[in-house]
T-cell receptor, first 116, second 112 residues
Framework: GAVVSQHPSRVICKSGTSVKIECRSLDFQATTMFWYRQFPKQSLMLMATSNEGSKATYEQGVEKDKFLINHASLTLSTLTVTSAHPEDSSFYIC????????????FGPGTRLTVT | ELKVEQNPLFLSMQEGKNYTIYCNYSTTSDRLYWYRQDPGKSLESLFVLLSNGAVKQEGRLMASLDTKARLSTLHITAAVHDLSATYFCAVDRKGGSEKLVFGKGTKLTVNP
């Protein structure tokens, strides 16, 4: 149980285009989902917290108009990188917290974004 | 602002040896997590430590938490090559928000 999937696993896009990444909780309902970014050989940095049916909360320094997050259902959150630039190339990882959970947080397999 | 520091950042050890990775954090926190990450992969949860004095063990790995010292350790016993990976500790911001702050990670290489 407690499986989180991400799609796509890898994506290459051209500068100026937008790309959407999906994060799904497959066998539980996630009231909260988190989006992280990890640059090569670095740690994970929390970008935003997504609650079902409400607006995402972005961490300081993260542009909310550039990284659009939608948590439309209890099993799906999406991250759209708009007008992508090469510096947006990174490993994006989502995690999901089951409703009612105190401390569990399950991580997806990650999406490798390369902007050319 | 919560800060999490791990050391060492790089660790090369021989099979069969023991070693400890340290994780210090700067402010009071409710929970501490240890994760493993293999190259190109996401995070695998290893341990969740919830209270002062908590100790958990799984195979050759043992984690402990001292909330008074704001210190957690991940001890590796009789290392084997399969343990080669990057290990992260993460701390939950106070209040149980589940917003994790990660350390920089310790890249462990176990040599035959």
């Amino acid at each position: 149980g407690a499986v989180v999937s991400q799609h796509p696993s890898r994506v290459i896009c051209k500068s100026g285009t937008s790309v959407k990444i999906e994060c799904r909780s497959l066998d539980f309902q996630a009231t909260t989902m988190f989006w992280y970014r990890q640059f090569p050989k670095q740690s994970l940095m929390l970008m935003a917290t997504s609650n079902e049916g409400s607006k995402a909360t972005y961490e300081q320094g993260v542009e909310k108009d550039k990284f659009l997050i939608n948590h439309a259902s209890l099993t799906l959150s999406t991250l759209t990188v708009t007008s992508a630039h090469p510096e947006d190339s990174s490993f994006y990882i989502c995690s999901a917290r089951p409703g009612g959970a105190i401390y569990e947080q399950y991580f997806g397999p990650g999406t490798r974004l390369t902007v050319t | 602002e919560l800060k999490v520091e791990q050391n060492p950042l790089f660790l090369s050890m021989q099979e069969g040896k023991n070693y400890t990775i340290y994780c210090n954090y700067s402010t009071t926190s409710d929970r501490l997590y240890w994760y493993r990450q293999d190259p190109g992969k996401s995070l695998e949860s290893l341990f969740v430590l919830l209270s002062n004095g908590a100790v958990k063990q799984e195979g050759r790995l043992m984690a402990s938490l001292d909330t008074k010292a704001r210190l957690s350790t991940l001890h590796i016993t009789a290392a084997v090559h399969d343990l080669s990976a990057t290990y992260f500790c993460a701390v939950d911001r106070k209040g149980g928000s589940e917003k994790l702050v990660f350390g920089k990670g310790t890249k462990l290489t176990v040599n035959p």
